[in-house]
Each structure stands twice: as C-alpha cells, then as structure tokens.
C-alpha cells in the first residue's frame, strides 16, 4: 500500500481491533466510513472472532459483515453491544467527535450508546483542538423532512450559538436532498470552533423536527488515528 494516509488508518484499525475485540465478547458494532472496511478486514484475519454477532450503523458495514461472511445483528435484537467501533469527521482533544458527513448519524450514535465501550479510528487529518475547526462543513444535524425550513430558521433565531453557514445537504449523483437510512433530510451548518459541544448538542436536541445531531460528547473512551508517516497515534480519556 504506497498511501500513507491509508496505511496510517488500517494500522489504527487494526490497533484497535486488537487492543478491544476479543474471543470472549459476544456483540459487537461496527461503524461507517472508510477506516472501518479495515476493522472489517482485521475481524476476518482472526478466527477466533468468527462467532460474534456485528452489529452495523450503516448499509455500508451492514454489506461488509455479510460480505465477510460474519453473523449479522442487529440493536433490535440486542441492547448491549460490548464495544463499538466507528470512524469519525472530527475529533477533539476531549475526545468529542463530529460524525454524520456520511448521513449515517442517527444508527451510530444508536449502536454507540449500546455499548459499553466506544472507540474512534480515524486518520491524523480528523484531529484538531476544538470541534468545528479541521471539519468546516458543519455539524450534521438529521430533520424530519418537513420541518426542514423551520429548522433551519431556528437554527438561525434561537440557538446561544450562532451559524456561520447552514445549508441542506444535496445529493451528488440525483437531483434533490440526500435522504437518510431513516428517510430524513441532513442539514450542515457549521459554527465555528465550538467551545462547548455537548450544549450545542442539547440546544439542538430540544428543535422540533431533529431526528438526530452528529455531535458525540462524552462518548468515547479512546482514538486511535494514523499518522501521515504511517505510525499510529492513541489519545485517551
């Protein structure tokens, strides 16, 4: 692999799969995104990983655990997952994290509060200081589509926090807004560098018509990123 950034986050996946996941767990969740196809690929490497059930947040990693061969789960089935691990947009230095830039917000956080541990893979270029400074396309918050106007006029009238842009995410390859798994609309709006993101989260949380906000406070307890030179980096609570 001559990429170093794709060496850097399979090196973190596989960090992390083999720091968290062990023979003796029975369920686990499996995030979104790029780096995890490389959680996916480290599972496969170990046999005795074989009889977990994956839990997925996405159709992505849905088609990854049957692509693989894994038994499927799904939070239905089962409320206590024993570690979660997911990508993410951002990354802080409290280990806050901005996820949703792939509109699968909503079932992550779902599988993330399942479980007893949550950790994040990501590469070195989602690290900053402060949430909203490295990952400028804003904070994805998932609407009920008709409410997506009002929300947007509330995003910009009553929030202690004021956007700096905020916009409904359109489809690349077909007309109109991308729709969730959920059948929602995703709107962006971005801040700024945010001192505090677990209030954002709760303003945001009390808006009619948000189904969910890609804001993940107090939720993890370790990351793991690739650095560019191909090392991995761990930042812990």
Request: hydrophobic share 40%; charged share 25%; proline share 3%.
């Amino acid at each position: 692999m001559s990429n170093p950034i794709e060496e850097g986050k399979k090196l973190a996946a596989y960090q992390a799969v083999d720091d968290y996941i062990t023979a003796d767990h029975k369920v686990v969740g499996i995030g979104s995104g790029s780096t995890v196809v490389y959680v996916v690929e480290r599972i496969l490497q170990k046999p005795e990983l074989k009889h977990i059930v994956y839990v997925p947040t996405s159709f992505q990693s849905k088609l990854l655990i049957l692509e693989g061969g894994l038994t499927l789960g799904s939070v239905e089935q089962y409320q206590e997952i024993d570690v979660t691990i997911d990508g993410a947009d951002e990354v802080d230095e409290e280990l806050n994290a901005i996820k949703g830039g792939g509109a699968c917000q909503f079932q992550e956080k779902l599988v993330a509060e399942a479980a007893k541990k949550f950790v994040i893979v990501a590469d070195f270029r989602k690290k900053s200081k402060k949430l909203g400074t490295e990952w400028t396309k804003g904070v994805p918050i998932e609407v009920v589509p008709m409410t997506y106007k009002s929300v947007m006029k509330s995003i910009a009238t009553k929030l202690s926090f004021k956007p700096i842009s905020s916009k409904l995410r359109m489809a690349v390859n077909k007309a109109g807004p991308v729709v969730t798994d959920n059948g929602n609309f995703v709107i962006d709006t971005h801040f700024g560098a945010l001192e505090d993101p677990a209030k954002l989260l709760r303003e945001l949380k009390l808006l009619t018509g948000v189904y969910e906000v890609g804001l993940f406070c107090n939720m993890a307890e370790k990351a793991y990123f690739g650095e560019e030179n191909g090392s991995v980096s761990i930042l812990s609570k």
